[in-house]
């Protein structure tokens, strides 16, 4: 009980599986946003838990397990996945030049730049545009310009030398790699080759008539004004003026101006790939479970590709100079378009394969103990940087423990 108020924990586990039940609960206590907690074992839904949160619902409708919300950058693994599905198919190489596939990326010094650099954000484009002030709205919204600046764009960094968060431009370079191979847009290939067959509520782009089920996100503090971006920016060493120093205030302000249109219709309507995915714990957990083993019948990844996708693909990588001083052991990893565990976000342990999103939201898989999570919050409260989220910690270990994988030394 919080201020009077009574989180309700809902839903159901699988005997051996109740442990994480009462881990969900008590780390939800004090969360006023609502949240589902979903646990496919060797593909089997053991756990599908949802909880209310101490605060009225955003949109004042009850919230359950069926409900959908954004899923921030949890998308980006989305986006992953078919871009793995078609390298399966033998129709893209992820080591080939991205303008193999897309002929205009070539320019400005960008004609060696890998399908891999893309996938583990070594490309250098880590925003949409070199002004500072970054791409507003409506021009999120406008496909073909997005992807039209970013191949006439040259890089900040040489493209594979080096690697940092590519916060949104990852899925329109990663979706457009998609589009060309596949002739379909990226939302339409995921709805159509990975989330028609397993039965997904998963979207890129939600269908109007899926509206009534979605519940909004919500922040629990503050955004950082521009003023305290340009300040701390300035606390990394940046020259203000250097174009890495203007690529990261331009991420900042086009990522906020991202979260304000995931609040409509119309951008939630939009394919936003690297931030806008779209749907449920219970789907998230079964999509990762399809790529790690069989789920009715569908298994997404073979074994092999699935350990290309986890390898570690920017360990050995710097981040940019003089961001390079600042590196760390709990420095971001990533594999090819997921993010592998690190102290700040330590998924299920080495050897797992995942990804965040903005706020708290999670999706991840341990391919050795068949185990495959969704976590969906509507309360932004996650802080990167002081540590994993303290709503993961208690039910991670639970899951854990109730698959049998020891503790961490």
């Known amino acids: 009980m919080t201020n009077g108020a009574v989180v309700a924990v809902g839903g159901s586990v699988q005997p051996g599986w109740e442990r994480v039940r009462d881990a969900f609960a008590r780390g939800q206590a004090h969360d006023p ?28 409708r009850p919230f359950g397990p069926d409900r959908i919300g954004v899923l921030m950058s949890v998308s980006k693994a989305m986006v992953a996945v078919c871009a793995h599905v078609l390298c399966e198919r033998g129709v893209l190489d992820l080591d080939a030049p991205v303008a193999r596939y897309w002929p205009e990326f070539a320019a400005q010094g960008k004609v060696d730049t890998k399908v891999a650099d893309l996938l583990a954000h070594r490309a250098g484009l880590p925003a949409f545009t070199d002004d500072p002030a970054g791409v507003g709205m409506p021009g999120h919204l406008d496909w073909e310009a997005r992807v039209s600046a970013l191949a006439a764009m040259r890089p900040v960094w040489v493209p594979g030398s080096a690697y940092l968060y590519h916060s949104l431009t990852y899925g329109h370079l990663v979706g457009e790699v998609v589009r060309r191979v596949s002739g379909a847009s990226v939302g339409s290939f995921f709805s159509r080759e990975v989330a028609g067959p397993l039965g ?55 990522l906020t101006a991202v979260i304000d ?52 693909h920017t360990d050995h990588l710097p981040q940019p100079a003089p961001l390079d001083r600042l590196d760390g052991p709990d420095r971001s990893r990533f594999g090819l378009g997921f993010e592998l565990p690190r102290p700040g976000e330590p998924l299920l ?53 109730a698959a049998g994988i020891p503790a961490r030394s």
């Open 33 to 60: 946003g609502a949240a589902q907690l979903a646990v496919h074992h060797h593909g089997r839904l053991v756990v599908d838990l949802w909880s209310t949160g101490t605060a009225a619902p955003p949109d004042g």
């Open 261 to 312: 249109a995931l609040c409509t219709r119309q951008g939630r309507a939009c394919e936003l790939p690297a931030a806008g995915g779209i749907g449920n714990a219970r789907s998230l957990s079964r999509l990762y479970a399809a790529l790690i083993g069989r789920v009715d019948g569908v298994r997404l990844l073979s074994s092999a590709t699935l350990n290309r996708a986890r390898a570690p």
């Open 200 to 254: 997904l509520d998963l979207w890129i782009g939600l269908p109007e008539r899926m509206e009534h089920r979605f519940v909004p996100q919500f922040a629990v503090r503050d955004a950082p004004t521009a003023e305290q971006v340009v300040t701390a920016i300035a606390g990394l060493g940046l020259s203000p003026d250097g174009r890495l120093a203007g690529a990261l205030r331009a991420s900042a302000a086009e």
């Open 349 to 401: 342990g080495e050897g797992s394969l995942g990804h965040a999103g903005a706020g708290g939201q999670l999706g991840m898989a341990h391919p050795e103990s068949g185990l495959a999570v969704g976590y969906v919050c509507t309360a932004m409260s996650w802080e990167p940087s002081s540590g994993p989220d303290p709503r993961w910690a208690q039910w991670t270990a639970a899951v854990r423990e």
